[in-house]
């Protein structure tokens, strides 16, 4: 076993532990902060597979932004921290169904030849500056429109959380 | 890749940057006048018409700009024209619907700019990703405007429905773009049609396009993912749901045509057959529930179902006819939609939310001239000749059956036949039926007028429908 792999299992079992206590967890503190683990997680194997800019944008996004959002969400909501969630168990057949399908679609790709890609041939580069080039040039459009959504969800999250006005 | 951008680039968008300029002038113009509503309104209006103009005068020069990735000219500026032309009929019958349910605000003006410049993107897209920021765009524009009468729960409630199926929608469509990316290795929307045959054997691709077809039909409404569309009307603001179910559904037409283009139905034979089971479905379900419902905002609702399955059978038939058809259609359908709205967002008063079929008995007496209008929009949604209604059905089936799919075209043409039913019965209780509908609202001049303007069109695209054809014809 050599180093890479060895460091793929620690952050596999990391990140497959830290989900499977966010599903269990009866408090939902503890399920925000094995989120956490599980996000950071799976920023380790994107690492792992060269995708660089990835990575730092999954942590930047989700444990920087999403996460943080969800833990203040629960911290100012009243009486949430102490009530207990539900993980109960519902719909146990559609359940069996849909897990079944995916356990076997995920049984196909791991026992199909096509599953196992090889190395590139040439050895990975870092992505940042390329994709930063490309937004600056052949996206350029997509970048810009990108602030009109920003701009459209600004405004309407501020209209709808405004208090009651009159025209 | 080393593109420099140019001015070129920017002033080769035409419309689409006119509309974002206004989108930002509005910004500015809230935050820096004092009572700028009237003023806000005034330039929604010049802005739409200036982008309407612009549409009109870059017809006939299609192109590229951005390296490749939007259109210009030819095809964009004919849905260009469609969308400011119904975005200026719409913004028109807005203030004095808004005043009635005591929500005119500024912010208005802003998302419906917004939202046209979405629409705009979409049907100039020639990227995946230029697209699907296009929608984005719309979507959260409408998302809020579908919510923007606060105190209403019904329209609290329609805001909710259209925000949560729609991010769901999106999930689907951007995960069909991955796994089309990762077969393609390009984003591009030309690539994908000229490599679809070479691709279309590869099971990855096929479900890729699938998942992109499920993220279309949900946004043109089309079975079986139309669900949200009666109690999204229903609770939206009129005129709303009026922009909703034209200017939104033409968008997401505009840019399902250059996604599923000819070279691309034409090789992938499944997606294309799950198409034709869609399309009919939308007809027929559309049409039987339109007839069972009391409310108008939901028979329309139904109807825009409907529309949509006969739309779809032009995009299916993959063939000049077919293309020409649905640009056509979505002309015609957003120019009788937006006055059958126009006429309801008049007719309805601060208490009466929602008009039923049988509040309009007797209407012709007290309101001759609505009675008049909503009758011709009428007819032309049914297809009566010579409305433009009619030539949008009969070049989409004939393109249908130019492809081969004679059946989708007979199936089109028997349930053409039912909606007759619940159309001119509309028609004969606003003619026939004894009644005093003195709860209904009156029109103002400037309402009056944006419903005959819309009215005289469809006369005259029905009488000559070949001065748009000729146009439509130049964007292949």
Known sequence: METFDIVFYIFATLTIVSAFVVVFTKNIMYAAFSLLFTFIGVAALYVLLHADFLAVTQILIYVGGILVLLLFGVMLTNNVVSVDIKTGTLNTIPALVAAAVIVGSLAAVFYMTWSTVGEPATAPTATTRAIGELLMTGYALPFEVASVVLLAALIGAALMARRTRKP | ?476
């Open chain 2, 1 to 476: 890749m080393n593109l420099p951008i140019t001015w070129n680039d920017v002033l080769a968008l035409g419309p689409i940057a006119v509309v974002f300029g206004g989108t930002l002038l509005l910004v500015v113009l809230e935050s820096i006048v004092r009572k700028a509503s009237p003023l806000m309104f005034w330039v929604t209006v010049g802005v739409l018409a200036v982008a309407a103009g612009c549409a009109l005068a870059t017809i006939g020069v299609a192109g590229t700009a951005f390296g490749g990735t939007v259109l210009t000219g030819g095809y964009a500026s004919y849905f260009a024209l469609v969308f400011s032309a119904g975005a200026l009929l719409v913004t028109l019958l807005s203030p004095a619907y808004l005043l009635k349910r005591a929500t005119a605000f500024t912010e208005y003006y802003i998302l419906l700019l917004a939202a046209v410049t979405g629409m705009m993107v979409m049907a100039a897209s020639n990227d995946l990703v230029v697209f699907f920021l296009g929608l984005e765009t719309m979507s959260v524009a409408f998302y809020v405007l579908a919510g923007f009468t606060r105190q209403s729960v019904t329209s609290n409630e329609s805001a909710m429905k259209y925000f949560l199926l729609g991010a769901f929608a999106t999930g689907f469509l951007l995960y069909g773009m991955a796994l089309v990316y990762g077969t393609l290795g390009s984003t591009s929307i030309a690539m994908l049609r000229s490599s679809a045959a070479a691709h279309a054997g590869e099971p990855l691709f096929l479900v890729g396009l699938g998942l992109l077809l499920v993220g279309f039909v949900f946004k043109v409404a089309a079975v079986p993912f139309h669900m949200w569309v009666p109690d999204v009307y229903e609770g939206a603001p009129t005129m709303v749901s009026g922009l909703m179910s034209t200017g939104g559904k033409s968008a997401a037409f505009a840019a399902f045509l250059l996604v599923f283009g000819a070279d691309v139905l034409q090789s992938a034979a499944p997606i294309r057959e799950v198409m034709a089971v869609l399309a009919a479905l939308s007809m027929i379900v559309g049409n039987i529930l339109a007839i069972s419902q009391t409310s108008v905002k939901r028979m329309l609702a139904y109807s825009s179902v409907a529309h949509a399955g006969y739309i779809l059978t032009g995009v299916i038939a993959a063939n000049a006819d077919g293309a020409n058809g649905v640009m056509f259609y979505l002309l015609a359908y957003t120019l009788m939609n937006v006055g059958a709205f126009g006429v309801l967002s008049i007719l309805e008063t601060a208490s009466v939310e929602n008009v039923r079929i049988d509040d309009l008995a007797g209407l012709s007496r007290t309101r001759p001239w609505l009675a008049g209008l909503m009758a011709l929009f009428m007819f032309s949604l049914t297809g009566i000749p010579p409305f433009a209604g009619f030539f949008g059905k009969y070049y989409v089936f004939t393109g249908a059956i130019g492809a081969g799919y004679t059946w989708l075209a007979i199936v089109g043409v028997i349930m053409s036949v039912v909606s007759a039913y619940y159309y001119l019965r509309l028609v004969v209780v606003m003619y026939f039926q004894e009644g005093s509908p003195d709860q209904v609202g009156t029109a103002t001049g400037i309402g009056l007028a944006s419903l005959v303007l819309p009215a005289i069109a469809l006369l005259a695209l029905g009488l000559l429908p070949s001065t748009i054809v000729n146009l439509t014809m130049q964007c292949f």
